[in-house]
């Protein structure tokens, strides 16, 4: 079952004023969110594994988790997400991809370091500011992705 038909089928539930609504989603924003989630995955797994056993500080770690969450992302949109969108040369894509993973995650881990200097109790319950972090990002990075890093060159 595509992600279309997912989606017409939950939409189909709903009541009628939300159906024209719901139908204003971009598909490609649900694969985006799934891939995203997968990325946020990779990322937590690195940074709990690099925090607690590696001894890293938590500000360390998130730069390598996010790099291999980059790539996996990168990987898994070019893949599925946006599979039929991209005609730009794999380098060139890589560039923009990255250019616009680098903008988003400026704002990721600017507002992760926000959230843990305004909360410090936060250094215990990293997922909370990894949490804030990806959502700010993942809007971003979105929009980079759909009309820029993948968009179809004419």
Not at 130 to 146: E, M
Request: hydrophobic share 50%; net charge positive.
């Amino acid at each position: 079952m595509s992600i279309e038909d997912l989606m017409e089928l939950v939409i189909s539930h709903l009541p009628k004023p939300l159906q024209r609504l719901a139908r204003l989603i971009d598909p490609a924003f649900i694969r985006f969110g799934f891939v995203g989630g997968t990325g946020f995955i990779v990322d937590w797994i690195g940074l709990s594994l690099l925090v607690r056993f590696a001894h890293w500080t938590p500000y360390n770690a998130r730069y390598l988790s996010f790099t291999v969450a980059v790539a996996a992302t990168w990987l898994l949109n070019r893949t599925w997400t946006f599979k039929r969108a991209s005609s730009k040369p794999t380098l060139k894509e890589v560039g923009s991809y990255v250019a616009v993973q680098l903008t988003g995650g400026v704002a990721n881990i600017g507002a992760y370091a926000l959230a843990l200097h305004f909360a410090p109790g936060l250094k215990t319950l990293l997922v909370v500011p990894l949490i804030i972090g990806s959502a700010i990002g993942l809007c971003l990075t979105f929009a980079g992705s759909k009309y820029w890093a993948f968009k179809r060159v004419a």
